[in-house]
DNA sequence: ATCGAAAGTAACTAAATAGTGCGTTACCTG
DNA sequence: CAGGTAACGCACTATTTAGTTACTTTCGAT
């Protein structure tokens, strides 16, 4: 039988403990900033490695923020969001951006890093195309289902609304350091993630919801 | 007179230069990426002269940083909010808000920056801190106009709003790369700019407007 | 006019850092 | 078990980069 004893040599798990180490060290530090010299070690891997599997530093940013968004969006189609009423589908869909952007803290550090680089890595993934449309498409048959049942008013636009739905839990996230000190107030704080949330539930019902 | 002769030295013409150049470094590239020889040659100034004036890369950042924010809480406070009836006050605040973030992409890249290093540069400065609460204070009095004239509802948190204000505008614009690809269309063509405003505006009234 | 201080320059250093050349070791197949 | 292949590691290089040393030039006050 296979793995019963302990590989010394195993390609795909130094590859695996390549991959997590990157993305660490590339969201504390954004591309530029993260060392390749840190991820061999914090990886337990030896430079060369790195260079043997990937290419380079570029090329495994770009693997680390494809697995990244691949992994979001597979989280969100698990949710199936198709089988519930409208508005549960929405709450759903708004609680679960915000609880993942704060449990995957590298997620929104990766894609601020991206963008920074102009998204000029992840251009040429097809399957990243491929998940994002399905993602859009859900987010429009929620809609519109909520629409034809009469508790949705018509005419909001699924994108508009996307992004509106990710900037209100990414922007506080993101930008709470800046936040804590320019509000005087600890944004992590357990009420305040809270509170935040609740806040985001509202805007949005507020902003979908037939009057 | 003064200024007659065009000075060949000039201490407060060479730190200006070299303080605009190190914006926009910093906002390209980050404070990690941006390079000391590069501000100094965009300010056609020599690198000896950052550090007599700035005495260190981090101290630069910090000044720059601090200039941004002071640019912005002034440019809010011009608009004089406090004499406009409440929902033309928030439309106002809220146009403002994003033509600003459109005008002046640096202060989005260096606010980033500052918070991949959580916030550790602007932590000190007591100026900020002041005017931050200048304006938090001004958004709420809107708030609370609005509400004993009956046209917003009572409970919204002004801390919230502001965050929320921010968020629907900054993410969008931060995030265009990625945004653009993702969801298939050019996130900064003049139509969809002008569709995301009035996406935001609405977003806002629903959030604050007595039904 | 001249002298001292401030403005400015060029060339350097020490430390990082991405990427490699080349050799060694474990594992699988036949 | 032999031998090839893939996994792995060491030590090096070429370059970049923040920061500095030691110098020259300009300007205004006396």
Redesign the interface.
Known sequence: MAETKVRVRDADATKARILEAAKEEFAK??L??ARVDEIADRAKANKRMIYHYFGSKEELFKIVLEEAYIDIRTAEQSLDLEHLPPREALCKLVTFTWRYYLENPEFI?L??S???H??RH??ESDR??EV??RF?GMVHDILKRGETEGVFRPGV?P??L???I???G???L????????????DFMAPEALD??LA??L??VM??VEA?
Chains 1, 2 share one sequence.
């Open positions: 530090l954004g530029g900033g550090r894609v601020n991206e963008n920074l102009k998204a992840i251009k990243l195309r994002s449309r859009t636009d994108v508009q996307n992004i509106t990710a900037a209100i990414y922007y506080y993101t930008n709470r350091f800046t936040g804590s000190f320019l509000f005087e107030q509170a935040r806040f985001n509202d805007t507020r902003l009057r």
